[in-house]
Nanobody
Framework: QVQVVESGGGLVQDGGSLNLTCVASGATFAFIGWYRQAPGKQRELVAAIGSNGHAVYTDSLKGRCTISASADNAKKIIYLQMNSLKSEDTAVYYC??????????WGQGTQVTVSS
């Protein structure tokens, strides 16, 4: 059974930092990404990392966030370190894991609120 679980969201002041964690298990994944959705807006990609370690970032957060990966037994752990946060970064952040072969699996989301 594939599971994707996010943690690490919360309330932070403008200019602050947060580190989000995603734990994906139950399959071998081609890549895992962080997405976000602000109220009234479409869900957008923040950053993603492939099984080969190659990472991509959205322009709005490039230079302010770093995605990294580690493994713990059968679990893949993906970190998203975000710095210099702005009020426009306020959103629900979701982790999505693409299984090799087929299937996209999403977590329940974690709220990030940046107060100005």
């Amino acid at each position: 059974q594939v599971q994707v679980v996010e943690s690490g969201g919360g309330l932070v002041q403008d200019g602050g930092s947060l580190n989000l964690t995603c734990v994906a298990s139950g399959a071998t994944f081609a890549f895992i990404g962080w997405y976000r959705q602000a109220p009234g807006k479409q869900r957008e990609l923040v950053a993603a990392i492939g099984s080969n370690g190659h990472a991509v970032y959205t322009d709005s957060l490039k230079g302010r966030c770093t995605i990294s990966a580690s493994a713990d037994n059968a679990k893949k752990i993906i970190y998203l370190q975000m710095n210099s946060l702005k009020s426009e970064d306020t959103a629900v952040y979701y982790c999505s894991a693409k299984r090799i072969g087929s299937g996209d699996f999403w977590g329940q989301g974690t709220q990030v609120t940046v107060s100005s």
